[in-house]
């Protein structure tokens, strides 16, 4: 069964090459030839070939079996393929494998989990998202690596249990533990390694499955410290980042520490560009993004020099007017983010002007892929939200979100279509369902950056029921806390001025119209406003909150209070 799980295709192979050498245009009677260079399988799909031999690296990064060159190459996208076959399997600098022989059989309940693992853990890991590091980067692993199996168990297994503080552990937790410890003690000769790149990328993994298993388990600070370790060894440089199995563990990381450093908190990085690609190297596309995943990479860069710049500010000294350099930062930002939405159009366009694939799978089936629009509407989201910041950064008045209304719209209207597909999607059976689930990013740090700064109330309270709609974890955000934090700011800041019990229920399917907005809901008493919200998840699924507001007489309000996930 091991076997079987570690040698099954990434995605559903490309349909066989056809022998007709003429394709028909679809209402225009024309034939027109294919391509006699490339792979059999480009040839199918009609798009360009790297002609890399044996194996075609557009058929390999998309998950395709290539079919090579007539009686020449083909194959290469069976994990197998991917990771088992080397003819020698030292490491060298410029790639690292994680793949050795079986070493022993496993008991049926870790076999349990490991299929749970395949079947939904590693889908709803990856997110809206086709990172491949959850199934095609650690799967391979699971034979071969034995600290990388037991963490996988233990996360697996983490999915079924309910961690209460203050209960005892029951039987499934203590299986959990075992296999925790189990890892832990699979990493100890490692740790003694570090300059073996093959033992740094084997410890990486597990960081990165450990992080997400104590964000489960409600055990926050224990979760920052393998996040931060993680992050140590990156900063070192001790991970070449030249084969795609370690892209996708950079990627990975970079994706969780952007997603930890949406929420005003004290989680920041010295330096913001130890991840794929520096603010000062991006190169966004002329043309168009190659896919969500590239696109996403793009953006993280620009927001986590965003949410950079924000902590700085947030530390410097208060009433200083912004010193030349940082407005010379802002303007490069918002230029950089007008490149990006400009990129996004024209690659939206040309999706738009493409049949779609006729192998596409149901929403939720697969990892997100190029072929998801979900993926793309999230982007839309998260770029509107980094636009908001950006516009906002040397701007310590909560008033001047009032004029970005139209953008916190935007971000609730992709919240509304996301929310429609993914309404649709759960009613499949064994489809992907997010709830009660942890990944790496999503929708709410926008929602939740929403219902805290814009000035509208019905989309505040839209806001709200969203991120209390489907219980899940971005992160180490857990979206029933993060709604609780918002409904406690929003009534502190109505108190004496709105009656919460004015807005009714909200219907997610329905949103109103920006024309439609009225100026009754409209907040304005500045002094009610808080100018900051920082949000730190604490033990036990529990988070804090400290909010900041500068009264009538000038005097700063710093109001502290604690929420459950109870």
Same mark, same amino acid.
């Given at each position: 069964m091991l076997q079987e799980l570690t040698s099954v295709p990434l995605r559903q192979p490309a349909p066989p090459v056809s022998t007709t050498t003429t394709l028909h245009t679809a209402g225009t009677g024309r034939s027109r030839k294919k391509?006699?260079?490339?792979?059999?399988?480009?040839?199918?799909?009609?798009?360009?070939?790297?002609?890399?031999?044996?194996?075609?690296?557009?058929?390999?990064?998309t998950g395709r079996t290539c079919d090579g060159y007539g009686a020449q190459g083909g194959g290469g996208n069976t994990y197998l393929d991917r990771y088992g076959r080397r @003819?020698?399997?030292?490491?060298?600098?410029?790639?690292?494998?994680?793949?050795?022989?079986?070493?022993? @059989?496993f008991p049926s309940d870790e076999l349990r989990y490991l299929e749970l693992y395949k079947q939904r853990v590693s889908w709803t890991s990856s997110g809206w998202f086709g990172y491949s590091f959850w199934h095609a980067t650690v799967i391979p692993a699971l034979a071969s690596e034995p600290a990388i199996l037991h963490a996988v168990v233990a996360l697996s297994a983490a999915h079924e249990c309910n961690f209460i503080p203050g209960q005892s552990v029951g039987t499934r937790e203590r299986f959990v533990l075992k296999q925790y410890s189990q890892a832990i003690s699979g990493l100890q000769p490692m740790l003694a390694r570090t300059s073996d790149t093959q033992d740094v990328a084997v410890v990486l993994v597990t960081c990165m499955l450990f992080t997400f298993l104590e964000y489960l388990r409600g055990r926050h600070e224990i979760a920052e410290t393998h996040l931060k370790n993680g992050i140590k060894l990156l900063g070192d440089g001790r991970v070449p980042r030249s084969s795609v199995m370690e892209q996708s563990i950079v990627r990975s990381f970079a994706a969780l520490v952007t997603q930890r450093t949406l929420f005003s908190s004290d989680f920041h990085l010295s330096n913001p560009d130890i991840f794929p690609h520096s603010l000062a190297t991006l190169h966004l596309p002329s043309s168009i993004f190659a896919s969500p995943e590239a696109a996403k990479d793009a953006l993280d860069t620009i927001l986590r020099r965003v949410t950079h710049t924000e902590h700085l500010l947030q530390t410097s000294q208060p009433h200083h007017q912004p010193s030349p350099s940082l407005e010379k930062t802002q303007s490069h930002l918002l230029t950089l983010l007008d490149s990006w939405h400009a990129t996004?159009?024209?690659?939206? @366009?040309?999706?738009? @002007?493409? &049949?779609?694939?006729?192998?596409?799978?149901?929403?939720?089936?697969? &990892?997100?892929?190029?072929?998801?629009?979900?993926?793309?509407?999230?982007l839309l989201m998260s770029h509107s939200s980094a636009l908001i910041r950006a516009h906002t950064l040397l701007s310590a008045s909560p008033l001047i979100y009032a004029s970005h209304t139209r953008l916190f719209h935007r971000i609730l209207s992709c919240a509304r279509t996301i929310h429609i597909a993914y309404s649709f999607a759960v009613q499949i059976p064994q489809n992907v369902n997010f709830e009660h689930s942890i990944c790496e990013s999503g929708v709410v740090a926008s929602l939740f950056y929403t219902a805290i700064k814009c000035r509208v109330r019905c989309l505040r309270h839209y806001a709200h029921a969203?991120?209390?709609a489907v219980p899940r974890m971005e992160g180490c955000w857990d979206s029933p806390v993060v709604a609780k934090v918002v409904e406690r700011v929003m009534g502190m800041e109505d108190q004496g001025v709105w009656d919460a019990r004015k807005e009714e229920e909200k219907d997610l399917t329905t949103l109103p119209e920006?024309?439609?907005?009225?100026?009754?809901g409209v907040v304005l008493e500045e002094e009610k406003l808080f100018r900051s919200v920082r949000v730190e998840m604490r033990e036990g699924g529990r988070a804090e909150?400290?909010?900041?507001?500068?009264?009538?007489?000038?005097e700063v309000e710093v109001v502290v209070f604690e929420v459950g996930n109870k």
């Open positions: 391509s006699r260079s490339g792979c059999g399988t480009c040839k199918v799909r009609k798009v360009k070939c790297d002609e890399t031999k044996p194996v075609c690296n557009r058929c390999l990064s @003819s020698q399997p030292t490491t060298t600098g410029s790639e690292v494998q994680l793949s050795k022989p079986l070493a022993k @059989s996004y159009l024209r690659t939206k @366009s040309h999706l738009n @002007s493409c &049949p779609p694939d006729k192998d596409t799978p149901a929403f939720g089936s697969h &990892p997100g892929s190029s072929r998801t629009p979900l993926s793309y509407t999230l969203s991120l209390d920006f024309e439609d907005l009225e100026d009754e909150a400290r909010c900041e507001r500068v009264g009538g007489d000038g």
